[in-house]
């Protein structure tokens, strides 16, 4: 089936099969490899992509799904100034370190941020408790996400 | 510390000690550094494991008739393909077939493997072989590894693989694969005659480390020989194992590694390649096989284990003998079992000052997934069993837990392990700093627990680390080395040991990924050694450059070479200087060169297990917990570790790595753990097996960098980023255990404390 879309900022059209996960298009066949695979079940928030300017786990969304939306990737985020206030406060806090998890932190907080939902170090928490990281043990990311937000983080 | 003799005065160049952004920052934030998985090479295919569904098992027969003929499909690999080399592999013992021969030993085993055109078509094409299994009984657990009749996990003789390092291999005695022996008899009449013995016999689960990128590997065999692409922490040792596993030379073999998405020891030694390569090799074309999470947890999983131990002292509180026997469940093939079991063997005594002890661990078969390293290994098995014990002594005499530490721990230059290196740190003294960094004395209700927990872990595995340092004609900088960056910091912190030596800014040196064909050899990355040797073979191939330059510049200058400084990039003498491209241009003329420093690290004696190790890890860290009596929910609100790192080569990137070693350790203390029952592993899924969160971040936490200058690495340096999860185990067991839970199984699950809690007040009545 035919699927028009906004693929970061672009008009795109693709041919997808209806069992098609949009994670996959992205990868496989138009080399977005900035979103990663990992759990597959929704748990880890890795495959994060920007839909409407929501985030959503692409593990498991349907690049049917996407029709007549915008989908936003790592690829065209980083192109935008938003990136670049983000990924800063993620390198000055060291809030990365193997980086499977960063480009999916990077479009939550993004996502979280435009929709004003970052307030506290509660809300922080509650927002970014979708997206798992293995490597930082969350600490440096919520003092990086906190000073984005301009919340307190206790430490 | 190491001196390096260079020549000239040595300024702080003040790149050692910088809390730097990651040279990696930006290549990951961006999406565009690259791992396993992003990896296309032309006329790639996509593999798929057709993987054991029981835990015991012969093979009937297996029908591959329907998969070979669907569309898509290029290749199926069986045993059959197998038979013109010797298809075991495993670097301690080569226990395992690279497919199932005959028969499947776990549930998850690799029984075939399809390549095809894409994922969906090699998984299709793996439903669709058909395979005729006869069960046989499975030995499940320990205890039935242990029986008297048990079946045997694997029967004829046993075969030592490349790397197992651990002296010669005994027989294998029914399921134990390897045991681990230390200490004396001198242990029993002490406990016969003791004032105070306290005893028991512990539980500690298996768990799935969990590096978000699962293993996978990008294969080649041509004309060539074979390449990679693979998620390696230990290039040249897997290098190794497949060139003897395929039987062609070393140099035949190339392995590429990009960036890992964490390892923590799951992609430590072998795993995924032999049987990509084998794929490759029999569909003549690349092919690409990345493991779903459900693969991973079952291709290397942290080994469970029992502990029995017993612990004697005096009524004063002096710790006079320990003696321990430990099972570890090694799975169906040793993988690192035997690595593992004699570094929890070496961390079960604790660091004290034992007047005898004994210790006895074994590492056993069962049919279930097999067990390697992770994070800590051994210490974290043991430490907090040993100091759950010495705190009962403590309770037993009356005695605060700091106070009792300070009695009894070794101090520096005590025998840790006969024969081996004597303590390098001082524990004393990072016991205090911890208790102070939680605030051991704040005032508190009775449903919080305190604990701290100190021990040592052998790190550093075998001294051999290779570098080549590169200065180009533009005055940058080329480190080449070979130990991986799987997100710890490797690439950051090897460009600020050469820029600290060359006296320039880190930003401008550069650390890129292995290929084995040009980066020189390094052993491995893991048992926190890459900053320790690594490091120091940086240190000293950057030092012959600064010669270099300091050759060069005495050319320029006509004075003792005593009175030329290397500053900013420059040499400089009197009120004049050269930059390093200027100095270069003057050695080479304007066409340019490159400057280059070759070095290594290698034994002083013959390297062996037993006269190491590099240096004791400090394990060190305490937690403030608080339980919940009418749920058994145990929340840790404060925890503090201690950073004893010699010398911070990147302060923030060692406090970072605390922090996500407490992390993993609070999982593995309060909730992860696979559950298996009959050799099936119920929770092989990330929605089943909980990891932690950002929920699960405790309130406080501190990490207290410990810089006593007292490390065998550059700049007196020594390794970190493991230490904190065995001692923050410990930490919060002896916390509950503060708090009156008695414990003796992990994970502390809301229903194990709760139990303890019913039963405890049930003996009370
Ligand atoms: S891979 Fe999509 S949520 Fe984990
Ligand atoms: S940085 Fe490795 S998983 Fe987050």
């Not at chain 2, 058909?130 to 046989?136: G, H, R």
């Not at chain 2, 922490?233 to 060139?243: K, S, W």
């Amino acid at each position: 089936m035919r699927v028009h879309l906004t693929l970061n900022g672009r008009p795109t059209e693709l041919d997808v099969a209806p069992s098609d996960l949009l994670l996959d298009v992205l990868r496989d066949r138009l080399g977005l490899t900035g979103g990663k695979r990992s759990c597959d079940v929704q748990v880890c928030g890795a495959c994060t992509v920007l839909v409407d300017g929501g985030p959503v786990s692409s593990c498991t969304y349907l690049a049917a799904e996407a029709h007549g939306r915008q989908v936003m990737t790592i690829e065209g985020f980083r192109e935008t100034p938003a990136f670049d206030q983000i990924a800063d406060a993620f390198a000055r806090h060291a809030a990365l370190q193997c980086g499977f998890c960063t480009t999916a932190l990077v479009l939550t907080t993004h996502a979280l941020l435009e929709e004003g939902e970052l307030t506290d170090e509660a809300s922080i928490r509650h927002g970014l408790s979708g997206n798992l990281c293995r490597c930082t043990g969350y600490r440096a990311i919520l003092e990086a996400v906190a000073d984005l937000a301009g919340a307190e983080a206790s430490a | 510390m190491t001196v390096i003799d260079v020549k000239g005065p040595t300024v702080g160049a003040g790149q050692v000690g910088r809390s730097m952004r990651r040279v990696d920052a930006d290549e990951k934030l961006r999406g565009e550094a690259q791992y396993v998985g992003d990896i296309v090479i032309p006329g790639m295919l996509h593999g798929k494991v057709l993987r054991s569904p029981v835990p015991r098992a012969r093979i009937v027969s297996m029908d591959t008739a329907a998969a070979a003929t669907m569309p898509g499909v290029v290749a199926i690999l069986t045993g059959d393909d197998l038979l013109d080399i010797d298809p075991f592999w495993g670097h301690a013992i080569k226990d395992r077939p690279i497919v199932a021969i005959g028969m499947v030993r776990f549930v998850g085993e690799p029984v075939a493997a399809v390549a095809a055109v894409d994922e969906t078509t090699a998984e299709a094409a793996v439903k669709a072989i058909v395979v005729e299994y006869e069960d046989l009984p499975v030995v499940g657990t320990l205890d039935e590894a242990l029986a008297p009749d048990a079946p045997l996990v694997h029967d004829g003789p046993t075969r030592p693989g490349l790397f197992h390092g651990l002296g010669t291999l005994p027989e294998r005695d029914g399921n134990v694969c390897y045991r681990y022996r230390i200490g004396t008899d001198e242990v029993d009449p002490i406990f016969e005659t003791a004032e105070v013995v306290v005893e028991g016999t512990y539980e500690f689960p298996g768990v799935y480390q969990y590096a978000m990128e699962t293993h996978g590997v990008v294969a080649q065999v041509d004309g060539t020989g074979i390449t990679l692409w693979a998620t390696c922490q230990h290039p040249f040792l897997v290098r190794a194992e497949i060139a003897a596993l395929f039987d062609v030379p070393l140099g035949k073999v190339r392995i590429h590694v990009p960036y890992l998405g964490g390892g923590f020891g799951s992609k430590s030694y072998t795993k995924m390649e032999p049987i990509t390569v084998a794929l490759a090799r029999k569909a003549g074309r690349p092919v690409r096989i990345v493991n779903r999470v459900d693969e991973s947890m079952v291709t290397t999983r942290r080994h469970n284990a029992r502990t029995w131990m017993r612990t004697a002292a005096t009524s004063d509180g002096r710790l006079l003998a320990r003696e321990a026997r430990v099972w570890f469940d090694t799975g169906a093939y040793a993988d690192n079992g035997p690595r593992v079991t004699a570094t929890g063997g070496d961390a079960a005594p604790g660091p004290y000052r034992w007047s005898a002890m004994r210790v006895d661990a074994l590492c056993v078969y069962t049919n279930t997934a097999p067990s390697g390293s992770y994070r800590a290994f051994g210490a974290s098995h043991l430490q907090w069993v040993g100091e759950l014990q010495v705190d009962e002594v403590a309770r037993t005499v009356g005695m605060d837990p700091v106070e009792i530490r300070r009695l009894n721990l070794a101090r520096p230059g005590d025998e840790v392990r006969r024969g081996g290196k004597p303590l390098d740190a001082d524990l004393v003294g990072d016991v205090e700093k911890v208790a102070d960094a939680l605030g051991w004395d704040r005032p508190r209700d009775a449903d919080t627990g305190r604990g701290l927990s100190v021990g040592l872990l052998a790190a550093g595995a075998h001294p051999v680390s290779s570098a080549v340092v590169r200065m180009e004609t533009d005055g940058d900088v080329v480190v080449l080395v070979g130990s991986t960056e799987m997100g710890q910091g490797q690439r950051t912190a090897m460009a600020q040991i050469a820029a600290e030596v060359l006296a320039m800014p880190a930003e401008r040196v550069r650390c890129q990924g292995t290929d084995t064909r040009f980066t020189p050899y390094d052993r491995s990355t893991g048992a926190s050694r890459s900053t320790t040797l690594a490091g120091l073979a940086v240190q000293k191939a950057a030092a012959e450059v600064r010669e270099d330059l300091l050759d060069i510049a005495a050319l320029v200058w006509p004075h003792p070479v005593a009175s030329i400084e290397l500053r900013d990039g420059a040499a400089r003498c009197g009120g004049e200087s050269r930059t390093y491209p200027e100095l270069i241009a003057r050695r080479f003329g304007l066409s340019g060169g490159q400057l280059t420093g070759e070095a290594d690290v290698h034994p002083q004696g013959t390297g062996s297990y037993a006269e190491g190790p590099v240096f004791w890890e400090v394990c060190i860290a305490a937690a403030e917990v608080h339980v919940d009596r009418a749920t058994g929910q145990v929340t840790v609100r404060r925890t503090a570790t201690i950073a004893d790192v010699g010398k911070a080569i990147n302060p923030q990137l060692v406090e970072r790595q605390d922090e996500g070693a407490t992390m993993q350790g609070i999982g593995n203390a309060l909730f992860e753990e696979m559950v298996y029952a009959d050799g099936i592993l119920l929770n092989d899924n990330l929605l089943e097996y909980r990891v932690p969160t950002i929920e699960d971040l405790p309130a406080h936490s501190t990490c207290v960098i410990v810089e006593n200058g007292d490390g065998p690495g550059p700049f007196g340096a020594k390794g970190c980023g493991e230490g904190a999860f065995a001692g923050i185990i410990g930490a919060i067991a002896t916390a509950v255990a503060d708090a009156g839970v008695p414990v003796r199984e992990l994970p502390l699950t809301p229903e194990r404390v709760w139990r303890s809690i019913q039963e405890m007040q049930e003996d009370h009545r």
